[in-house]
């Protein structure tokens, strides 16, 4: 089949290399020449494990092209997805103006049948506008063409985009039109080999079934680092919490880690969107708000700990001369995303307090000279920023974190002080040897007491 995708961007760049992947002949646009000229000469502009191997070879192959030129893109594709970005305006709702941009463009370049698939995540009623648009740039043309709108909400796990397309949980259709729907049922036939997983539904169903998706997922991710704060004011083990109510079959145990807040492109836009949405439609999404609330406040929880840990009596800035190390600074592992990522907070906070604050991650280094400049300190090796560190805290949970070698790190340490915002590590193993450590939500005998 061939498809055109505009958007080079993360979903984009994803959903065309996969498409390739499996037989279609697929055309990727983006209005950003630079973007475009390094596609094509192998250079990939996000870091998503497999990406590169996966959008090389189709390459190579003469399956996956990039341009910047709409018309032709548009001309030999039958369906044309858009997934160009959507990022919140001041007010907290979705801005369309590149999606329907695209629609514009998509109207004024076809010349026969189309479907037009909306992969960007968008506000409920957006298809009706995309539809509006096209038919607007038509109208001008004075042309006649038929041309069906689509809503395929993405569900991709930043780290794991690449399984979650091939092998994914649920493809969501929105069509009001049956033979489009047989059309879009042969686009995903090669990813429903092992299990049909296609829902097909209205339209207005498939984009409030994205939002919906989010939102549940930030809910429940604000709810166990509220459970977390509760248990450290009973003496109770959230971790131990977790494992009770995750064995309930109801509710399951993904996304039920306490941390420091969720942060990302998705979950922060999209819950801020649906509150929007709601507004509009004279609806108070309480409980979102709530959510929302509570991961702000979540995002302050780690920077807080070390400053009650290690600050003096100075209000203004209580960590002054003191030095913290942090390791991880995307908003979550497998990514070097660092859009929302509650690392920004945390540092910000450490900074103004006065610390001297170095940074390490793995992937991450190059988005964070974007957001701090030479207010940090980076380094490529995890332990180089520790020595004579009054603290380590854990921000992000990268795997080559989880079992570190804790003898060179208390040797590095100036205190043998680790705050943990993702408890990886046994309270009790840390104690006996000899750290003082804190975690979120987890209390044992030793994690009370002053640092001298």
Avoid at 62 to 83: E, H, K, M, P, Y
Avoid at 94 to 122: N, P, Q, W
Avoid at 269 to 293: G, P, Q, R
């Amino acid at each position: 089949m061939k498809i055109c995708i505009f958007g080079a961007g993360y979903v984009g760049l994803v959903a065309a290399a996969c498409f390739a992947e499996s037989g279609n002949s697929v055309i990727t646009v983006d209005i950003d020449e630079s973007r475009i000229e390094g596609l094509k000469q192998g250079i990939i502009p996000i870091y998503e494990p497999g990406l590169k191997e996966m959008v090389l070879r189709n390459q190579a192959e003469g399956r996956l092209v990039f341009t910047t030129d709409a018309v032709s893109a548009v001309q030999s594709s039958l369906i044309s997805f858009i997934a160009v970005g959507t990022p919140p305006g001041e007010d907290g709702s979705a801005d369309l103006k590149y999606v329907l941009g695209v629609a514009r463009e998509i109207g004024r370049s076809m010349a026969g049948f189309k479907i037009i698939v909306d992969k960007s995540t968008v506000p409920v009623g957006t298809a009706d506008k995309v539809r509006a648009a096209i038919q607007e740039e038509l109208n001008a043309r004075d042309v006649h063409l038929e041309f069906d709108v689509v809503s395929n909400p993405e569900f991709l796990k930043e780290g794991a985009a690449i399984d979650d397309f091939m092998k994914p949980d649920r493809v969501v259709i929105g069509t009001d039109n049956v033979r489009t729907a047989e059309i879009m049922k042969e686009l995903y036939d090669p990813f429903m080999r092992k299990q049909n997983r296609m829902i097909i539904m209205d339209i207005r169903s498939a984009e409030m079934t994205k939002y919906a998706a989010n939102a549940m997922l930030a809910t429940r991710i604000s709810f166990m680092n509220q459970i977390a704060g509760l248990c450290e004011r009973m003496g109770a083990d959230v971790m131990a919490v977790r494992e009770g109510i995750g064995s309930d079959t109801r509710i399951g145990y993904d996304f039920l880690f306490p941390g420091p807040g969720y942060g990302g492109s998705c979950f922060p836009k999209d819950v801020k969107a649906l509150i929007k949405t709601a507004e509009e439609s004279n609806y108070d999404f309480l409980l979102l708000k709530a959510v929302e609330d509570a991961n702000e406040r979540q995002k302050e929880v780690l920077a807080g700990k070390l400053i009650r840990e290690l600050g003096s009596p100075d209000e203004e800035q209580p960590l002054t001369g003191r030095i913290i190390a942090c390791w991880g600074l995307s908003f979550k592992p497998r990514t070097d995303d660092m859009r929302e990522a509650p690392s920004i907070t945390i540092i910000e906070r450490l900074l103004a307090a006065g610390a001297t604050v170095r940074v390490h991650d793995p992937e991450a280094i190059k988005e964070a000279r974007k957001v701090f400049g030479d207010r940090v300190e980076y380094s490529n090796n995890q332990y180089d920023i520790l020595a004579n560190a009054d603290a380590l805290a854990i921000i992000t949970d990268w795997s080559e974190y989880r079992n570190p070698d804790f003898d060179r790190i208390k040797a590095a340490l100036k205190l043998a002080l680790i705050v943990d915002g993702r408890n990886l590590y046994k309270p009790d193993r840390l104690i006996s040897a000899g750290f003082r450590y804190i975690p979120l939500g987890r209390t044992s005998s030793g994690t009370h007491g002053e640092v001298k």
